[in-house]
């Protein structure tokens, strides 16, 4: 159905991601680090881009600043999957340019309306 990037650098969350995107049908790549997820964001184009907050070398409000402000990344949808539970990190990640802001655990159904409802809008505007 659709490619997705998963930059999460917990090996556990990184494999249930994945499972469960899969599970739905989906192609994943993943990358370990923000400066990973960026780099990997440009050059493989995902629909979509599931990213972690707490990230070594460039973390996940850093990535989604640059992906959003980058015109060749712009238009690809950043959900965020993180254990900052607190409302400030919400609204930071959402200013930073996330659609979505879940917090850790996830629940599936709701990942996935979120995703697909994602996927639907990008493809609307013209993109992926």
Do not use: C
């Not at 990184?14 to 960026?38: C, F, M, N, P, R």
């Not at 990230?55 to 992906?67: I, N, S, W, Y």
């Amino acid at each position: 159905m659709a490619l997705i990037l998963v930059v999460e650098d917990s090996p556990t969350q990184t494999y249930s991601l994945k499972k469960l995107l899969t599970k739905h049908g989906h192609e994943v790549i993943t990358a370990v680090d923000g400066e990973e997820g960026v780099e990997l964001a440009r050059i493989m184009q995902p629909n979509l881009i599931l990213m972690d907050i707490l990230l070594p070398k460039v973390d996940g409000f850093q990535a989604t600043r640059v992906l959003t402000r980058d015109v060749n990344t712009s238009h690809i949808p950043i959900v965020v999957i993180s254990n900052k539970t607190m409302e400030t990190d919400v609204i930071w990640g959402k200013r930073q340019g996330a659609k979505r802001y879940f917090t850790k655990p996830i629940d599936e159904k709701e990942l996935m309306e979120t995703i697909n409802e994602l996927l639907v809008s990008s493809r609307r505007s013209g993109r992926g």
